[in-house]
């Protein structure tokens, strides 16, 4: 069955790209039906339109919490009839309001090999503590952040003169292939 898959961004947008890629040229069946982004004018938005992509702002700063903002979520996804949703770069905490709507169909990528350095900034947590293999997850989204079951982890070397943004490109090159890979495990169940 073709599927039907909704994406939220906040930010640049790549892993939302990376996966419309995968449907286009690689092992995914369906399509991305729908992208939400919270942010107006982000990156990703400006790649949905590149890419011929349905897409809408969901304003977080216009709804009075985080439960109204979510409920806005799940109706565009229902109209839009989409099978599962991916928070690719998505930077709000989401509520039990999205994760009902969605049960086993919601997925998580976060920059590190989680048990190990949730929450903010990952990649700056990981150089920190000084760890020589960093990487990342695409998880299940539930209710305590970046805990959900994982579903695939690709991991990469720290390199001696890593900064920041040395090591995050590694990372997000992994990123990249483990997602549509995490989509094709959950849409199977
Ligand atoms: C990724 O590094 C992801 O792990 C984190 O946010 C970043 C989004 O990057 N949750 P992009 O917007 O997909 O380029």
Known sequence: MPLRLGVM????GSNFEALVDSFRH????????????????????????RLGIDWELHDHRLQPNREQLDQ??????RTASVDLVVMAGWMRVVTPILIGAFPNRLINIHPSLLPSFRGLDAVGQALAAGVTLAGCTAHLVSEEVDAGR???????????GDDHASLSRRIQ???????????ALAAQG
């Open 150 to 160: 994982i579903l695939v982890q690709a991991a990469v070397p720290v390199l001696s």
């Open 173 to 183: 090159v992994q990123e990249h292939r483990i997602l549509p890979l995490a989509v």
């Open 72 to 77: 806005a979520l799940v109706q565009a996804f």
């Open 9 to 12: 961004a906040s930010g640049a």
């Open 26 to 49: 690689g092992s995914l069946c369906g399509e991305v039906a729908l992208l939400v982004v919270n942010n107006r004018d982000c990156g990703a938005q400006r790649r949905a339109e």
